[in-house]
């Protein structure tokens, strides 16, 4: 039988902001357990939630980037149960009226472009984090209360590569958006997948399985993969799919069962009284649309009309925020836009990765890479000459002292450059006379030593067209 | 004494501050009003620092324990907090030592406020000084006897149903529920989050009018606090009461004694000689009846949420050992009582998906309508106004917080004022079979400087102010 | 059958995270035949087309906190109320996950 894999996603981001969703206490990675927390994060007796604007600025840049209808009556609700990460026996989220809702992200997949639908964004809180020892689980509350957004599709992709493709895509968008640092290995980004199958052709759903908290867009595709392997097995040997919350285990590359869903859990919501409905003023929703950071498409559209840059070179400028960033930062200082664009994805990228250095903590200055590319395009410097100096821009060093210290600069000033020419063909009449007969050849001999004797800094283009004009008059 | 008129020298304020919590401990076999003594040396230090102007310069008062007071053992009255230290002040215990107030103790009431008697405080019950035999009512009955024994001028207490307006009344003090939001609520354990106000004792019309001036205000923190200004209550506090209309609800004056009756009437008649208009109302009997169902479905929902943060786990008393369950389910099992038990169980099973229609969203609904029917009559009265209760405090052994079938509107009207935020009090004015009963005062929404004129008109009457009844 | 029967209170109560006794349990059962008595006093009013009334006053506000850290607990503070605490963490037995 032939099947269809039917995946729906789920996509908690913590949004990059200072404070708490509902605290003034700090937010930060890194810092020392329980160090970034008030009583409100630790759920004692008679706190009350105030709500972070700039949380909810995060979340309507979100909503635009994604096309989602935004609620401008803001409310909140209580999904209450019991667990040691959640100190106070409810979380506060948005389970009536969420701030986005009927979104969709157009996604790339092999050259084909497809729309995933969003059913809804909504604002909440994170819970702690806990460490499981032998001895005990170890509670860290610095995270509990830090702002999330979670993003949940319609049950709109059909394979392992349109999920990752879906993930891959708003990380990006949130990344650029600076709404979230989207980074799932630390948990920024947390992914659940919701899969079944069913018989090609067929409008009705299958029994869904739930693959929580993967860690990688490469292991979003890969889970996927394999349980609907194993769905298409269980089907195919005439068994049920049971309704369950699986793992992705990378080792053995096999999904694995948390625990069976046995009936809808009932987190009894109810509106959280303590929060009275805010109405957004239109006019900050619009001021947040109006100066919202560049999201990839139109980056894209920029290098294209502004740069005129190649596909490629766009889409490995872009694929990278922080490297797009630099780019952006070099062509603040100069026009060639080609050229810098080759030096920052050919040279500057295979020597920060051959080093493992971040190009957000690389001490290279943007300024020094656009005067290098001027002056490549200037012909002050030659293409060899660059790639000796960019080891020292690399390390933060301004190219012209470079060059300055390595007396690297090119002779282009054309009565120094006649001096040299004509005691070159003074010493070599047999040259000229083979030019003249007709050996080409001959003109390439007498480049070589102009060069040597300015030591190579003659500007090759200058010598040859005045070693041309040199010997028509003799 | 009147606490306005405490202007005295730093030596007499401090004697006067000890003196308060030497009666306090004084008091205490008789009234186990107490949970909490607090030291007042260092705050006596601190005084030092606050303009001897300021309005509760030198005041002792006690503060009903869910208020949470740093470092200072705050409870709840709740055997799960028997050991809970806060790491932070209530908003209002930071606007009360800035203006001067000294903090003696901390008061019993029903455990985490959940009831209307004070017995089922874990320190056992707070008895009345005008009959040891009896309650002093609840939840906030700690606070209540010690302003109306004379060991406090001024008591913090709590109110979501009527905790304030209810003991105020079966001890001859005035008992204030400003309007919803008036007063911050942040660092108060709470009960029902939408029908918690802060309230407080005093035993003059001018005391309580000064309290709020000291008490109101926009607090961040807390995200239904009120940006209105804060108005001068005491000035405006004249007692001229010409031309204020009052509606006295014709239901519950059907229902009380003549010798209730007769001492309402009369009380009218002395306000119609002021110029005030008074007229009898009736309200929707069927909405009345309802008061307390939708008070019990609403407060016990809230409240069994409210109270999920008390596991044992980052504070609080913790039993068990094997796993966190365990932990979560004896330090709960131990740290309630029954009847807060048995009330979670029924705001859970209000809250749950297949009955919060019935339950919950019902209840919510005629919430909606019975407040409609309280602006009826304060689109066309100044002041709704009825007694706070029929009789005065029941004795110990004939009450219990356990629902009831009956249908007593008298005894549970006051949860109106809740329901719709309005500012709402009780002061005394009548007796029935020797034992005090308040008038409820309820105004319109932020209009406290006009029940605080109406009230002190019927103090100026009534000649009910700074009653004390020593019990020692 | 009673539809309050101990065992549905029971689950009820341990959903909770607490205990009941049995002659709790009665005391919770004889409550709800109270409760079902109050709710006969809902139903006989007529609430069609009427919304609920979630908090006393429903003019929308407009304040937010600006994303500025105000509040933070020292560690010592953040754990001096728990049971156990050790490393700077609030410790439980090991929950399984």
């Avoid at chain 1, 020392?32 to 604007?53: A, F, M, Q, Y």
């Avoid at chain 2, 500012?423 to 004015?429: D, F, G, H, L, R």
Wanted: include cysteine.
């Amino acid at each position: 039988m032939n099947f269809e894999t039917v995946i729906g996603i789920e996509l908690h981001c913590e949004l990059k902001t200072k404070t708490k969703m509902f605290s003034s206490a700090p937010v930060s990675f890194g810092a020392r357990s329980n160090s970034c927390v008030n009583e409100i994060d630790l759920g004692h007796p008679g706190t009350l939630p105030c709500l972070n604007k700039k949380a909810v600025e995060l979340a309507i840049r979100a909503c635009t980037a994604t096309n989602c209808t935004i609620d401008s009556l803001v409310k909140f609700d209580r999904k209450n149960y019991y667990y040691t990460d959640l100190p106070k026996g409810f979380q506060i989220t948005q389970q009536f009226h969420p701030i986005g809702s009927n979104g969709y992200v157009i996604i790339d997949v092999e050259g084909e472009q497809k729309k995933v639908r969003l059913n809804r964004i909504h604002m909440e809180e994170d819970t702690a984090k806990q460490f499981h020892y032998s001895d005990g689980t170890y509670v860290d509350y610095n995270r509990s209360g830090i702002p999330l957004i979670e993003i949940v599709t319609e049950a709109d992709m059909r394979s392992g590569k349109e999920a990752a493709a879906y993930v891959e895509k708003m990380r990006n968008i949130l990344y650029y958006l600076g709404v979230s640092d989207g980074k799932m290995e630390e948990g920024s980004m947390r992914c659940d997948v919701n899969v079944s199958i069913r018989p090609v052709g067929s409008e009705k759903f299958g029994t869904k399985t739930e693959i929580k908290n993967l860690n990688s867009i490469s292991n979003v595709q890969k889970a996927i993969e394999v349980e609907v392997e194993r769905q298409k097995e269980e089907i195919e040997a005439g068994r049920e799919i049971i309704q369950a919350t699986y793992r992705f285990d990378e080792a053995t590359r096999k999904t694995v069962m948390m625990r069976k869903k046995e009936g809808a859990v009932d987190y009894k919501y109810f509106p959280e009284p303590n929060i009275f409905p805010i109405q957004l003023d239109l006019n900050w929703i619009k001021k947040i649309q109006e100066e919202m950071p560049e999201v990839p498409e139109q980056r894209k559209a920029r290098y294209e009309k502004e740069y005129g840059l190649s596909e490629y070179d766009i889409s490995v400028l872009i694929a990278n925020k922080d490297v797009s960033d630099f780019y952006d930062a070099v062509m603040k200082h100069t026009t060639n836009a080609k050229l810098a664009a080759n030096w920052v994805i050919t040279e500057l990228l295979s020597i920060l990765n051959k080093n493992n250095v971040d190009i957000t903590n690389a001490k290279i200055q943007p300024v020094h890479l656009a005067s290098m590319v001027d002056m490549i395009a200037k012909d002050e410097i030659s293409g060899k000459q660059a790639k000796e100096v960019f080891v020292d821009v690399v390390e933060g060093k301004d190219p012209k002292a470079v060059i300055e210290a390595k007396g690297m600069k090119q002779v282009s000033d054309s009565s120094a450059l006649l001096a040299i020419i004509n005691s070159v063909l003074d010493e070599q009449p047999q040259s000229i006379q083979d030019y003249k007969n007709g050996k080409d050849r001959a003109i390439g001999f007498l480049v070589g030593q102009v060069m040597k004797k300015s030591k190579g800094q003659a500007n090759p283009k200058m010598t040859n067209q005045l070693l041309l004009q040199e010997i028509a008059k003799r | 004494m009147d606490m306005h008129m405490m202007k005295m020298s730093r030596v007499a304020t401090e004697m006067h501050a000890r003196e308060a919590l030497e009666k306090a401990k004084a008091v205490q076999p008789k009234l186990n009003a107490m949970v909490t003594f607090c030291e007042v040396d260092e705050q006596l230090e601190n005084l030092k620092n606050i303009d001897t102007n300021a309005k509760l310069y030198g005041m002792p008062i006690v503060l009903k324990d869910n208020i949470n007071t740093k470092g200072i053992l705050t409870t709840a009255s709740s055997n799960i907090l028997g050991n809970y230290i806060p790491v932070y002040n209530a908003h209002i215990v930071d606007k009360l030592q800035a203006a001067g107030a000294i903090v003696i103790g901390k008061t019993s009431m029903d455990e985490l406020g959940m009831g209307g008697t004070n017995l089922s405080a874990a320190t056992g019950p707070v008895y009345n000084p005008y009959d040891l035999n009896r309650i002093s009512g609840g939840s906030s009955g700690g606070s209540a006897v010690m302003v109306s024994s004379g060991v406090v001028p001024f008591a913090l207490g709590t109110d979501t149903g009527d905790s304030v307006r209810k003991p105020a009344s079966y001890n001859n003090i005035i008992g204030v529920k400003p309007t919803y939001g008036r007063i911050s609520r942040y660092g108060v354990i709470p009960y029902a989050s939408s029908l918690d106000h802060v309230g407080y004792f005093t035993r003059s019309v001018r005391d309580a009018a000064l309290a709020l001036e000291v008490l109101a205000g926009r607090d961040d923190r807390d995200m239904t606090s009120s940006y209105l200004p804060v108005e001068e209550y005491t000035a405006k506090a004249t007692g001229e009461v010409s031309g204020v209309k009052v509606a006295v609800i014709k239901n519950i004056m059907d229902m009380a004694s003549d010798e209730l009756k007769t001492q309402t009437n009369t009380l009218m008649e002395q306000l119609r000689a002021k110029g005030a208009v008074v007229e009898e109302v009736t309200m929707n009997e069927d909405l009345l009846k309802a008061c307390l169902a939708v008070y019990f479905v609403i407060s016990n929902c809230e409240a069994t949420a409210n109270h999920s943060n008390l596991d044992g786990i980052r504070f609080g008393v913790q039993y068990g050992e094997n796993s966190y369950e365990d932990i979560m389910t004896k330090s709960r099992t131990a740290g309630f009582s029954t009847l807060i038990r048995k009330r979670f169980v029924i705001g859970s099973f209000g809250l749950a998906d297949e009955n919060q229609e019935r339950l919950l969203r019902k209840a919510q609904k005629v919430r909606r309508l019975i407040v409609e029917e309280m602006h009826r009559v304060l689109g066309e009265f100044d002041a709704i106004v009825a007694p706070a209760s029929l009789h005065g405090a029941p004795l110990l052994d004939a009450t219990s917080d356990q629902l009831s079938l009956e249908y007593l509107i008298a005894e549970n009207y006051m949860c109106m004022a809740n329901f719709s935020g309005d500012p709402s009090m009780t002061i005394p004015y009548a007796t029935v079979e020797g034992l005090p009963v308040g008038l409820n005062i309820t105004c319109s929404a932020f209009n406290e400087a006009g029940m605080f004129n109406l009230a002190k008109a019927i103090e100026d009457v009534t000649g009910l102010c700074d009653v004390v009844k020593e019990v020692l | 059958m009673n539809k309050y029967d101990k065992e549905f209170l029971r689950k009820l109560a341990n959903q909770l995270m607490f205990d009941m006794t049995d002659e709790e349990l009665e005391n919770v059962q004889a409550e709800f035949v109270v409760l079902e008595k109050q709710l006969e006093l809902l139903e006989a009013i007529n609430t069609d087309g009427v919304e609920e009334m979630i908090y006393p006053f429903e003019a929308p506000t407009s304040f937010m906190r600006e994303d500025e850290v105000d509040n933070v607990l020292s560690v010592e503070d953040a754990l001096k109320n728990a049971k156990t605490a050790r490393q700077d963490f609030i410790v439980l037995p090991r929950v399984v996950k």
